[in-house]
């Protein structure tokens, strides 16, 4: 290993130090900050070749609580596997039948 290449595998590690340490301290204390920043941070800190988006997701009504808050399912699904995402979306809204039931309203302190 040559001085040039020690010297660049140290000056990585401590880019990637750096930015681990400034991402869990900006995490810590301001999570809204972090949001803000965590796009930055990743662009010019961490390695771009990993495609981890781009796949098909829907969320669906899934009914509601036993304290009448409503609850949802996220599906993702293959690449270019929209048609198939949504056809498992139709088939479970039909089988959980959500919309047969309706949260109770009250008015004045909570049940």
């Given amino acids: 290993m040559t001085v040039d290449t020690a010297t660049q595998v140290r000056r990585r590690r401590n880019k990637?130090?750096?930015?681990?340490?400034?991402?869990?301290?900006?995490e810590w204390f301001e999570n809204t900050a972090y949001a803000s920043l965590a796009v930055i941070i990743a662009a010019n800190f961490f390695d771009q070749t990993n495609a981890t988006t781009a796949l098909p997701a829907i969320s669906v009504p899934a009914g509601y609580d036993r304290d009448g808050l409503p609850l949802g399912a996220h599906l993702m699904g293959a690449p270019f596997g929209e048609a198939a995402l949504i056809r498992v979306?139709?088939?479970?809204?039909?089988?959980?039948?959500?919309?047969?039931?309706h949260p109770g309203l009250y008015v004045g302190e909570p049940r």
């Fill in 16 to 26: 990637a130090i750096f930015a681990g340490a400034l991402g869990n301290g900006v």
């Fill in 89 to 101: 979306a139709s088939r479970l809204e039909a089988e959980l039948r959500w919309d047969l039931e």
